[in-house]
C-alpha cells in the first residue's frame, strides 16, 4: 500500500468553519459543536437462492441495471434463449420477498425493463429463467435514498477499458456491494466500428468479460460516454450517415440509463438529501470553435447545482475539467475544456460558492485528485476538487508519473489499473477517495473535507 502523499486536505468550507455554534444557557461562550457522522447503511440480508441452474453460455452477457431511483430501476439482459421470466426479490427483514415476476419475449439485441413499485433505499436480488430449470447468475442493486435520506453512501468510478483484460479491479469491486457505480466513459473502444451491428459486437465483448459482467451484476450502474464509444475524437462532422445513432444505441442497450431532459444522455439522478450526481455529455455537442457543451447543457448543469439542496454534487466530465496547463501546455487543448475557457470559467464561476461540489474525471489514463486551478493562480475555481478515475484497463499516462508537481495542485498523482472508491459522510462533509488497484490495494488515498 503506497501511502506517501499528503493524506489530508481541507475544502471549502474549512472544517471549523462549517461546525455550527452552540451555546450553553448557563455559559455565555460560544462553543463549536463538531458535525456528526451520518449513520452507516444497514447490512443486507444473506444471499438469496434462486430455483434453477445458471446458465453461463445463455447469459454470457451478464445482468445490467442502470440509473436507479428510489422507486424504480432499469434493468437488461441479452441471452440466447427467446422466452425469458424476470424475478426481482425484495428485501423484507432477514430474508426476501417476491417483488415481481415478468415472462418477457427477446426480440433484439437485449430485453429492458422498468420495473417499478421499489421502497427507498432498500436492497433487490434479480434473476433472469430461461427454459429448462436453466438461469442467470444473480444481479444486486440498491434503490436510491428517498428525498430525505440521510447515510453514508458509497460510491465506485472508473473509466477507459481499453486492454488488461478481464480487468481484476472490477471484480474486486463487486465484491463491496456498493451503492452505485459510475463509468466515466470510453468502457468500450468501438474505434473501427460504422454500422449496428459492429458496434453491438465491440459491447458484447466487454459485457462478457468477467470484470465487467462481474460489476453489473452486483451494483447499478450510472453511465456516461466519451469518444471511444462512437469513435477516436470523433466529432459530427467525421461521421458516417447513421453511424451516431448506431454507436448512441449500442451504448443504451448496453449500460441502461434514463433520457434526459432532451433526450440526450446529460442527466440528473438523485440519492435522496446525500448526493445529486450530474452526468454530463462532454462528446456528444461540441462545435468549433468555442462550444464544448451546448448552451442548453450549459444552463441546465449550471441551473441544477445551484438548485440543489443536497449535501454533495457530483458532476462526471468524461475529460477534466481541471487546469492541466502546467503537465500539459497546449498539447490536445481542443480537446478538454481547457480549449474552451470561455464555456469553463463560466460554469466554474457560476459554481463557485455552491458547497459540496466534487467533479469526477476521466480519459487521462490515470489517476488523480485535483484543484481545478493551481493554488495561488487566481483562477475561479481553486476550492473546487476534481478526482481524476480510473483507468481499469487502457494504456497508462506515464506522464502521471514523469510530472513534479511544484504548484500543489495534485495531492495525488498516479499511473496504475484501478477503480476508484468514494465515500461520502454527508454530516461531516468528508469525502474518502480510495484508489483501489488489481491486486486489492489501495494505491493512494486522501480525505477531502468539503
Not at 116 to 123: E, F, H, I, K, S
Not at 130 to 159: H, K, Q
Not at 294 to 314: C, D, H, M, P, Y
Request: with cysteine; proline share 6%.
Amino acid at each position: 500500500m503506497r501511502l506517501t502523499r499528503r493524506q489530508l486536505v481541507i475544502g471549502t468550507p474549512a472544517l471549523l468553519g462549517a461546525c455550527a455554534m452552540s451555546v450553553d444557557s448557563g455559559d455565555d461562550t460560544a462553543t463549536p459543536s463538531l458535525p456528526s457522522p451520518a449513520p452507516e447503511r444497514a447490512p443486507e440480508p444473506a444471499e438469496w437462492t434462486p430455483p434453477g441452474t445458471e446458465d453461463e453460455a445463455a447469459f454470457a452477457w451478464g445482468l445490467q441495471s442502470g440509473d436507479a431511483t428510489a422507486g424504480a430501476v432499469l434493468l437488461s439482459v441479452r441471452s440466447t434463449h427467446t422466452e425469458l421470466t424476470i424475478v426481482v426479490v425484495e428485501a423484507s427483514g432477514d430474508g426476501w420477498v417476491e417483488l415481481t415476476r415478468q415472462q418477457v419475449t427477446r426480440s433484439d439485441e437485449a430485453v429492458q425493463l422498468e420495473v417499478t413499485g421499489l421502497q427507498p433505499d432498500t436492497a433487490y436480488r434479480w434473476v433472469v429463467l430461461g427454459p429448462d430449470d436453466t438461469r442467470s447468475r444473480i444481479g444486486r442493486f440498491r434503490s436510491a435514498l428517498g428525498p430525505d435520506g440521510w447515510r453514508v453512501i458509497e460510491i465506485g468510478a472508473t473509466c477507459c477499458l481499453g486492454g488488461n483484460e478481464p480487468w481484476p479491479s472490477l471484480s474486486l469491486a463487486a465484491l463491496a456491494d456498493l451503492d452505485l457505480f459510475i463509468l466515466a466513459g470510453d468502457t468500450v473502444y468501438a474505434d473501427n466500428a460504422v454500422a449496428l451491428e459492429e458496434y453491438r459486437g465491440y459491447w458484447r465483448a466487454a459485457l462478457s468479460t468477467e470484470g465487467l459482467r462481474a460489476l453489473t451484476a452486483r451494483t447499478s450502474i450510472i453511465g456516461s460516454w466519451d469518444d471511444h464509444e462512437v469513435g477516436n475524437n470523433w466529432t459530427a462532422e467525421t461521421l458516417a450517415p447513421g453511424q451516431f445513432d448506431a454507436a448512441l444505441l449500442a451504448y443504451r442497450e448496453s449500460l441502461p440509463q434514463r433520457a434526459g431532459p432532451t433526450g440526450g444522455i446529460w442527466r440528473t439522478l438523485s440519492w435522496g438529501a446525500v448526493a445529486d450526481v450530474y452526468v454530463l455529455d462532454c462528446r456528444g455537442e461540441r462545435a468549433a470553435p468555442d462550444q464544448y457543451i451546448s448552451a442548453e447543457q450549459l444552463t441546465w448543469i449550471k441551473e441544477q447545482v445551484s438548485a440543489s439542496t443536497a449535501r454533495f454534487k457530483i458532476i462526471v466530465t468524461s475529460v477534466p475539467i481541471s487546469d492541466y496547463f502546467d503537465m500539459l501546455g497546449t498539447a490536445q487543448i481542443d480537446d478538454r475544456w481547457q480549449g474552451y475557457p470561455a464555456q469553463r470559467d463560466d460554469l466554474l464561476t457560476a459554481l463557485g460558492s455552491v458547497p459540496g461540489v466534487l467533479w469526477l474525471g476521466g480519459d487521462f489514463h490515470m489517476g488523480a485528485v485535483a484543484s481545478l486551478d493551481p493554488p495561488g493562480s487566481g483562477g475561479p475555481a481553486e476550492g473546487q476538487w476534481e478526482v481524476l478515475v480510473g483507468p481499469a484497463g487502457s494504456t497508462l499516462n506515464v506522464l502521471a508519473e514523469l510530472y513534479e508537481d511544484t504548484t500543489g495542485q495534485f495531492p495525488v498523482l498516479f499511473a496504475a489499473w484501478n477503480v476508484t472508491r468514494l465515500r461520502l459522510d454527508p454530516g461531516t462533509g468528508e469525502v474518502r477517495v480510495t484508489f483501489v488497484g488489481d491486486d486489492g490495494a489501495p494505491i493512494d488515498q486522501i480525505l477531502l473535507m468539503l
